[in-house]
Each structure stands twice: as C-alpha cells, then as structure tokens.
C-alpha cells in the first residue's frame, strides 16, 4: 500500500508540476500579450464550462472511483453513454443560449467566443469512464503522459496564433486542442472502449451516489464562480480579467499539492474504507502534510506578489496585486477544507458531502452581495471570509465521524502558521534594484527561514520527514 502511495503520489506530482506549471507559464504569457480586457473574456465564459464540468465530471466519475474493482463493463459502457448524452445536450443549450450570454454581459465578441469554448464540454464529456478506470488503478503515470502531451501541442499552438495577433482566440484555441489530445491519449492508455449496453441497474445504482456529489458540485461551482459573473455584469471586462487572473494563481498553487494528495488518497482511502483505524491515520497524515507545505506556499507568494507581477505580467497588470495577496492569504486555509470533504466520499457518505454544500451556500452568498457594494477588492474580501467560516462547516463531520474537527486541525497547524508569519516579514526585508535578483532571493531565503523555522519548533512531523529522507540518502550513498 506504502509503495502504491508513494508511486501515485510521485507521478501524480510530476503530473502537477509539468502541467499546472505549464499551463499557468502558458496563460501568463498569452495574458502578457493580448491584455486583462481580452483576458477578462475567456474568464466570462469559463463559468459556464466549469458549470458543465461539474454535472458531467463530478457525480459520476467519482461514483465509479468509490464502487473501484466492483465496476463492471455495464457500469462503464453505462456511463459513458449518459455523460455523451449529457454532454451534447448542455453544448446545445449553451450554444442557443450564446447569444443571452453576450448581451447580458454587453460584450458582442462572446457569441462566437462562447460557442467556440463550450465545445470543451463535449470533449470532457467523452473520458470520464476512462479516466476513472486509470484513477482507480492509481495510474497517475499514464495520466501525467497524457496531459503532458496535451500541453505541450496545445502550448505551440497557441502562442504561435497570439503572436500572430489572434487575440483572445489563440487562449480559446489552447483549452479545445489541450482537452482534445489529453482525451485521446487517455483513451489509449486506458485500453478502454464502450460496449453496445446500457443498464438501468447501474445507472440507478451509481446515480445515487453521483447524483449528490453532482448536485453539490453544481452548486459549489455556481456558487464560486457566481463573483466572476457578477463583476462581468456590473463592471467591465477588465475588471474580470484582473479578478480572474488573480484568482487563478491563487488557486492553482493550492492545487499544486492538495490535488495531488487527494488525488492519490481518495482510491486508496476507498479501498480502505472497511478498516477505520488505517483509514483515520492516513486521513490526519494527509491533514498535517497538507497544511505543512500549502500554508507557506500561499504565504510566501503574498509576500513576493508585487514583485512576481511587475517581472512577469507587466505594469499593466500591476491592479491586481492587492487582489493577489487576499486570495492567497484566504486560500491558505482551502486545501484543508478541500481534504475533510474529500474524506466524506471515501466513506461513501455523499450524502454528508451534500449537506455541508448546501450549508454553506447562504454564507458565500451574503459575503459576494456584500462585496460588490464595495468593488471588485470588497467581492475578493467577501471570499477570504466566506473561505475561512467554510473551514469550519467543513470539520463538523468529520468532528462527528472521526472526532478530528477544526480546533484539533488548528493546533496540528499552529507551527506551520508561526513559521510561515515569521518567513513573510523577513521577505520584505529585501529590497533591491534588480527584480530578477530580489525575487530570488526572497524565494531562497522564504524556503531556508520557512524549514529553519520548524527545526527550532522541533516540528514532530516535519523531523520524522526529515529523518526518513536523509536515511534513504545515506543508503544511498553507501
């Protein structure tokens, strides 16, 4: 089981590192070129594709991740033919409604735009199954290979047609060509064809427990992406792009580490779902390894934001720092919440995983409207708030379950959270001419004050990690 782990955990890192990485280096580029306007365009429709996602995505690939090596072929042939049928049916609505779509926001370009991007949704609606059959294999490598070649052909192309002038179109053109070859290499590697069946059972049977993680995940999605919405209808383009560029480096160092463990674990997690003891000693593992490099990442980002934007996006960006240092203070803590939900469905209790959503819907809700009142920076408020009273809805069961919830976590956290405000002072000490220098050395001196840090607060978890790892290096060296 250790050696499975480790395995997925190493390829399903790579799998991060080469593709998230690669993808952000892509979108900061073509963003750098065609502008926060243009940019701010493709962040209007995105709702509605990650809205789609989430009904075709979330509910079922999950479901048949949770039913693991008891997934028959009716199962999967049964699946795929529903999310086709899904699939195809969502782009149909979205493509006559693509008109609605551009005059709600006054912007004309977001007709052809719009029903360009949203053929991403038919695409993703065709590999559920078979990703599903390598996540339960926990064969992260052959997902790595997949996306890395997606990207790579997609990256070309794309910043071949943005310099070329083509605009906000060469970004479009980026996410179709990536899904598109990621797929059809999942497909290969997967070795997986649908068969002419189609079972009522199975459906029955996996849509009871996909269908509250697809209402919740419906819902989630609304509701996260309501502000991006919301910003394009009362201010402007710009506006959005600001907002959602700032949100998407947020999130996409969050995502760097907490989806590559829950990724991994969740499989794991259900394939141990019977032994409890087992499964809450990987479930607090997880908690701690989180927090202990997730807090410092997003801390750490805060405190060289303004320099990373001017180096990277140009001073035509610069707006967005204040934005950028918010969200990454208000993301610190999401991961966390991220991994007690996670939990939930790998006990089968998505039902749980449901009411918490459901819960926090009114709380978002009333942070977003009260934001507005105050501009895009009052909306980006409203999520830090919304974030962190959500952390604690999230712990309740498993408070109840486990008898792990928020204060417990909290105290797991308490040297990470020292070690990381003492890191982001330091940081701002360092002041030099030179952009590329200085954000150097804030990065290295970040990480050796961040681990310093622990070792002096003689950190139980990060020392028995320490230990491991120069173990298996004087092993090797002998």
């Known amino acids: 089981m250790n050696k499975l782990f480790l395995s997925g955990f190493l390829w399903s890192?790579?799998?991060?590192?080469?593709?998230?990485?690669?993808?952000?280096?892509?979108?900061?580029?073509?963003?750098?070129?065609?502008?926060?306007?243009?940019?701010?365009?493709?962040?209007?429709?995105?709702?509605?594709?990650?809205?789609?996602?989430s009904v075709i995505n979330i509910g079922f690939s999950q479901a048949l991740v949770q039913k693991s090596h008891a997934m028959t072929e009716q199962d999967a042939s049964t699946i795929f033919y529903v999310n086709l049928v899904w699939g195809f049916f969502i782009y149909a609505v979205l493509y006559l409604f693509a008109p609605l779509i551009a005059q709600f926001y006054h912007q004309p370009p977001l007709l052809e735009l719009g029903r360009l991007i949203f053929v991403i949704i038919i695409i993703n609606s065709l590999t559920v199954v078979s990703k599903a059959k390598l996540i339960i294999q926990v064969d992260f490598k052959s997902q790595a290979i997949a996306n890395t070649i997606g990207t790579v052909i997609a990256a070309i192309l794309a910043i071949y047609l943005a310099e070329q002038g083509y605009n906000y179109w060469s970004f479009a053109w980026f996410l179709i060509v990536r899904a598109l070859i990621t797929n059809i290499?999942?497909?290969?590697?997967?070795?997986?064809?649908?068969?002419?069946?189609?079972?009522?059972?199975?459906?029955?049977s996996l849509f009871k427990f996909g269908s509250n993680l697809m209402i919740a995940g419906l819902v989630a999605t609304l509701v996260n992406n309501l502000n991006v919405l919301l910003i394009g209808r009362y201010f402007?383009?710009?506006q959005v792009g600001y907002f959602t560029q700032a949100n998407n480096l947020s999130l996409a160092l969050g995502n760097l580490i907490s989806s590559t463990l829950q990724g991994v674990t969740f499989p794991i997690m259900t394939s141990i779902k019977d032994d409890r003891e087992q499964l809450i000693t990987i479930y607090k593992q997880l908690i701690s390894i989180t927090m202990m490099f997730t807090l410092p990442i997003f801390i750490g980002f805060a405190a060289i934001a303004d320099d990373f934007v001017r180096l990277v996006l140009g001073n035509e960006w610069y707006s967005i720092i204040p934005y950028l240092i918010t969200l990454c203070i208000a993301r610190s803590?999401?991961?966390?919440?991220?991994?007690?939900?996670?939990?939930?469905?790998?006990?089968?209790r998505s039902d749980y995983f449901l009411k918490t959503d459901l819960v926090k819907i009114p709380i978002s809700l009333g942070c977003l409207f009260v934001g507005l009142q105050f501009g895009t920076q009052g909306v980006i408020w409203g999520i830090l708030v919304s974030i962190f009273v959500s952390f604690f809805i999230n712990c309740y069961y498993?408070?109840?379950?486990?008898?792990?919830?928020?204060?417990?976590?909290?105290?797991?956290?308490?040297?990470?959270?020292?070690a990381s405000i003492i890191m982001f002072f330091l940081i701002q000490l360092i002041d030099t001419h030179s952009l590329i220098i200085g954000l150097i050395l804030k990065v290295f001196l970040g990480i050796v004050v961040y681990f310093v840090c622990l070792v002096v607060l003689k950190d139980v978890f990060f020392l028995r990690i320490l230990k491991q790892l120069l173990s298996r290096i004087t092993k090797k060296s002998a």
């Open 185 to 204: 290499f999942l497909y290969y590697f997967s070795k997986w064809l649908p068969q002419f069946t189609f079972s009522k059972q199975s459906f029955k």
């Open 333 to 348: 803590i999401q991961p966390i919440s991220a991994v007690n939900m996670n939990i939930l469905n790998a006990i089968g």
């Open 236 to 238: 402007s383009a710009k």
């Open 13 to 53: 890192l790579a799998d991060k590192l080469v593709n998230q990485f690669g993808v952000l280096v892509v979108t900061l580029y073509i963003s750098r070129l065609i502008g926060p306007e243009s940019f701010g365009l493709i962040g209007m429709l995105m709702i509605f594709v990650a809205l789609a996602d």
């Open 398 to 418: 498993p408070y109840v379950i486990f008898k792990y919830g928020a204060i417990k976590q909290l105290l797991v956290a308490k040297n990470y959270i020292f």
